[in-house]
Every structure is written in structure tokens, then in C-alpha cells.
T-cell receptor
Framework: SQQGEEDPQALSIQEGENATMNCSYK?????LQWYRQNSGRGLVHLIL?????REKHSGRLRVTLDTSKKSSSLLITASRAADTASYFC??????????????FGKGTKLSVIP | ETGVTQTPRHLVMGMTNKKSLKCEQH?????MYWYKQSAKKPLELMFV???????ENNSVPSRFSPECPNSSHLFLHLHTLQPEDSALYLC???????????FGPGTRLTVL
């Protein structure tokens, strides 16, 4: 089934270090998105990268996409304690008219230690 | 949490109760979604409405019944739930297909 799988499942780093999370998926996509979720709350959209893009930046976030390997990475630079959260990648099935169906992975739980 | 509200935030119900979850968005989006998030499982898409018409229904049991009376409101009617239905239920909206979704804070549901 179409699914994003994040790796690692959990990551613990010191404040100021960089955090890298990876996502793999199985079939062709229109785009890939990354979301963040603080414990027990709703998800917040971070960044969307289209299938014809290879890299995208937003503030301290850097996302790469390799469609040949069906994988993406999210890099958070100079991490802060407030970055502690779960991070999810989400993929949509490739359809000509776009897809409403996002498939989420199980997420990477990031802990940033002050 | 950015323009999408959900009520109630917490709900405890017995298996024979009937309750409804409410979602509201004032972002002018055309699509609205219900997701279920259980511990240690990926987020599960339940229903999608686009322009008030249901466009996705991912084999959800009939004890969950969605309703979209207009483009700003979405309900999830609950009836005869099971303890395994206890989860965080998230509502989201998006401008169109394949674009970023905006999530509400969720309703934490406990079925006794």
C-alpha cells in the first residue's frame, strides 16, 4: 500500500545540533509533505515538496526529495527545545487531477535536550 | 490549530451512547477531512468531503457517520462505539486536492 515510513522512530539530540529524519514511500506521488505534531495536538504543516523538485528550504528546515529512490529527508538545523515533537511525512497518490488522500507514516519522535 | 476548530476537545462515552463531534473552518477551503489517530499506528484517513460531497470513504464502520452540511462545517456522528474506537479524532481542511492540510486540535475520545 502507498505509505510513508519515517526513520528513525525516535531521535534524541542536544540543543544546537542538527536533526535528520528520513521518509520512504512506495509508489508515484504528486508531492510529499512534512508535518509536525506536539503531543496530543493537531498536526501542523511544515513544508510541501513537489515531485519535480529536489530540494526546498523554509527557515531552519531543509527537505530533499529523491524520486528515483522514493525517499525524502527533513533536516532541522540548530535545533531548539521547542522543536521537540513528532514529525510525519505524508504522500499523496499520483492522480492527474490531484488526490485528496494523504497517507501518513508512523512518525519520528524528536526530543531536543536543552 | 490554524483556523480549524473542533468541539468537544475531550469526550468520554459509553458503548450505547450517541454523540457527535464538530469541526469548523473559516479558511475558505473546499475540502474537509476526518482522521483517526490511535497510539502507535499511522494516522488513518476516514472520510473526505469536497464541496460538501463525500469523495473518499476508507472502509469505515457504519457506527461512524459523517455529515457535511456546508463547506465550513463537518460532523462525525458516533453510535454504538467499541472500546477500540478510543483515539484522537482529527479534522482537517485544505484549499484543494494535493495541497497542504490544516488540522484542528483534535477530540480525545474515550469509549468505556
Amino acid at each position: 500500500s502507498q505509505q510513508g515510513e519515517e526513520d528513525p522512530q525516535a531521535l534524541s539530540i542536544q540543543e544546537g545540533e542538527n536533526a535528520t529524519m528520513n521518509c520512504s514511500y512506495k509508489t508515484s506521488i504528486n508531492n510529499l509533505q512534512w508535518y509536525r505534531q506536539n503531543s496530543g495536538r493537531g498536526l501542523v504543516h511544515l513544508i510541501l515538496i513537489r515531485s519535480n523538485e529536489r530540494e526546498k528550504h523554509s527557515g531552519r528546515l531543509r527537505v530533499t526529495l529523491d524520486t528515483s529512490k522514493k525517499s525524502s529527508s527533513l533536516l532541522i538545523t540548530a535545533s531548539r527545545a521547542a522543536d521537540t515533537a513528532s514529525y510525519f511525512c505524508a504522500t499523496d497518490l499520483f492522480r492527474e487531477a490531484g488526490s485528496y488522500q494523504l497517507t501518513f507514516g508512523k512518525g519520528t519522535k524528536l526530543s531536543v535536550i536543552p | 490549530e490554524t483556523g480549524v476548530t473542533q468541539t468537544p476537545r475531550h469526550l468520554v462515552m459509553g458503548m450505547t451512547n450517541k454523540k457527535s463531534l464538530k469541526c469548523e473552518q473559516h479558511l475558505g477551503h473546499n475540502a474537509m477531512y476526518w482522521y483517526k489517530q490511535s497510539a502507535k499506528k499511522p494516522l488513518e484517513l476516514m472520510f473526505v468531503y469536497s464541496l460538501e460531497e463525500r469523495v473518499e470513504n476508507n472502509s469505515v464502520p457504519s457506527r461512524f457517520s459523517p455529515e457535511c452540511p456546508n463547506s465550513s462545517h463537518l460532523f462525525l456522528h458516533l453510535h454504538t462505539l467499541q472500546p477500540e474506537d478510543s483515539a484522537l479524532y482529527l479534522c482537517a481542511s485544505s484549499p484543494s486536492a494535493s495541497l497542504e492540510q490544516f488540522f484542528g486540535p483534535g477530540t480525545r475520545l474515550t469509549v468505556l
